[in-house]
């Protein structure tokens, strides 16, 4: 597994922002938004695309343009929601899936619990959003159902990870074509599996506690 830990001066500042428990909620949706299309950026650097032939109104010259199929945004719920208006900023033509995992209280093992997704995935580049890589165990079930569904290409995108995230994910993905993209590296868990610096609970900041 490939992994990418973000290194610019704009993504810091507003990933400062976003951790700070005074920030309201209008602008902690509005930063998460911006911060993904910063690292939809970054992301996206391999996308495939085929060249192609156009007419400038001066001259014929060459470009690239999105190959089919279409990349696949796959925003995790909930949270991965409020990521996903930024990364649709930037390829506004990609298809999106969508993936429910929660965990099992007896077993607590991560499951599906709803799904919106092509039938087969073989060939498509998948974008993966979970703004939060905490123990890694969501995102390693959602990444092994998604190769389950034939998927072979698939780049997740969170916000903050932890080491013990990202170890799970290295685990989970084995061999496989599964690329990292991350907002900043932090420390470690808490006592409850929160991400400590951190910024809370993502989905209770985007959308409150219902
Ligand atoms: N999920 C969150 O929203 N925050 C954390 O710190 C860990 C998991």
Known sequence: MRVFVADHP???????????VKTPQPTFRLLVE??????????????????IEIQTPVAK??????SEPLPL?????????????????????????FLGMVRDEETLEPTTYAERLPESLAGR??????PMLATGGSLAAAIDFLFARGADDITAIC????????????????????????????????????????LGDAGDRLYGTA
């Open 73 to 97: 945004i796959v925003p995790i719920l909930r949270a991965g929601l409020g990521m996903l208006e930024g990364m649709v900023t930037l390829v506004p033509t990609a298809e999106v899936g």
């Open 159 to 198: 916000i903050l990870g932890t080491p013990e995230g990202v170890e799970l994910m290295q685990k989970a993905a084995g061999d496989r074509n599964v690329t990292l993209v991350l907002g900043a590296l932090d420390e470690g868990l808490d006592e409850n599996a929160y991400i400590v610096p951190g």
């Open 125 to 130: 580049q998948c974008f993966v959003l979970d």
């Open 10 to 20: 704009l993504i810091t500042h507003k990933l400062t922002v976003l951790r700070d």
């Open 61 to 66: 010259t060459t470009g690239v343009r999105l």
């Open 34 to 51: 911006e911060l993904m299309t910063l690292l939809a950026y970054e992301a996206t650097r391999e996308v495939r695309v085929d060249p």
